[in-house]
């Protein structure tokens, strides 16, 4: 047993919330697209969350999530001095990294957050990123701050026309496409369903597409096979061969039908929660 104690928490949107963990270890061998997996008590449920940032000198990774279930509700309630149980990471390989010379980094609601580290280390291999971030509206979107740093330009798009472009995130990268020369490489991170509609958009421009999957995860070691998807007709591990994979070659149907699996799980869990069942052993110091 491990603990790994919150040492600070921002609310960057309804229900969303950015913890920085004091974890010095993982830190120090962090690298841009991989992720932990979580446990807040002995009887907890194992969840994974890409890193979003870590900082090697002060030993600290930044995990961002939104509240959409029993655990992460657990999580959200952590307050600066509690402690995470457990900690593994950092697991998955990391983000493919090189020069393309313009790169399209496109980043969902809060698939922003792993987006931004990758971004970021690709403006830091030379090459110019224009980026595209979007969410139901304003509130919800985040890092738009961060990313502004070093996306020429920055692209917006939320739902209900709050800030940016009116409409889905494709609406953006459409947009970009017919206007300018296409980039080599995109990098899209975000539900399912709009990785699979931007990744159908750049087919049509032939841009080499990755995405960050986030499929069902048990032990992230890849012995308990949870987390297989079907890339170009073969079976993959997301936990030990991704998260980090070939949008282009996705079986999106399979993806999107196996993490319904245990929705009605979920939603009672949730409803626990609601009614005011914390879970057992939670830590506070």
């Known amino acids: 047993m491990n603990d790994f104690p919150v040492v600070a928490k921002t609310e960057l949107g309804p229900g969303i919330k950015k913890i920085v963990v004091k974890a010095p270890l993982l830190a120090a061998r962090a690298g841009p697209g991989q992720f932990v997996i979580l446990r807040l008590d002995p009887r907890g449920e194992r969840i994974p969350l890409t890193i979003s940032d870590f900082d090697r000198a002060e030993g600290t990774i930044t995990l961002i999530f939104q509240e959409v279930g029993f655990t992460t509700r657990q999580l959200g309630s952590l307050?600066?001095?509690?402690?995470?149980?457990?900690?593994?990471?950092?697991?998955?390989?990391?983000?493919r990294l090189d020069y393309y010379g313009v790169v399209?980094?496109?980043?969902?609601?809060?698939g922003a957050a792993p987006l931004?580290?990758?971004?970021r280390a690709l403006a830091g291999c030379g090459n110019r990123v224009v980026g595209v971030i979007?969410?139901?509206?304003?509130?919800?979107?985040?890092l738009k701050k961060e990313m502004e740093g070093f996306c020429k330009p920055l692209i917006i798009t939320t739902?209900?026309?709050s800030e940016g472009i009116r409409g889905p995130m494709t609406e953006g990268v459409k947009r970009y496409l017919e206007q300018h020369q296409p980039p080599r490489?995109?990098?899209?991170?975000?539900?399912?369903?709009?990785?699979?509609?931007?990744?159908?958009?750049?087919?049509?421009?032939?841009?080499?597409?990755?995405?960050?999957?986030?499929?069902?995860?048990?032990?992230?070691?890849?012995m308990c096979g949870a987390c297989r998807v079907l890339v170009g007709g073969e079976v993959k591990f997301a936990c030990v061969e991704g998260p980090e994979?070939?949008?282009?070659?996705?079986?999106?149907?399979?993806?999107k039908a196996r993490l319904q699996v245990y929705r009605h799980e979920e939603r009672a869990a949730d409803s626990l929660f609601?009614?005011?069942?914390?879970?057992?052993?939670?830590?506070?110091?």
């Open 274 to 285: 609601s009614r005011g069942f914390q879970g057992r052993g939670m830590c506070r110091r």
């Open 185 to 222: 490489y995109c990098v899209c991170i975000g539900p399912p369903q709009m990785m699979e509609a931007v990744c159908r958009l750049t087919a049509c421009y032939q841009i080499k597409t990755a995405v960050s999957l986030n499929p069902i995860m048990v032990d992230g070691t890849g």
């Open 79 to 95: 307050q600066v001095g509690d402690v995470i149980r457990d900690l593994a990471g950092p697991l998955g390989k990391p983000a």
């Open 134 to 142: 979007g969410a139901r509206s304003s509130r919800f979107l985040i």
């Open 116 to 119: 931004y580290p990758i971004a």
């Open 104 to 110: 399209l980094c496109v980043g969902g609601g809060v």
């Open 245 to 255: 994979f070939d949008g282009h070659l996705v079986d999106w149907d399979l993806l």
């Open 159 to 161: 739902d209900d026309g």
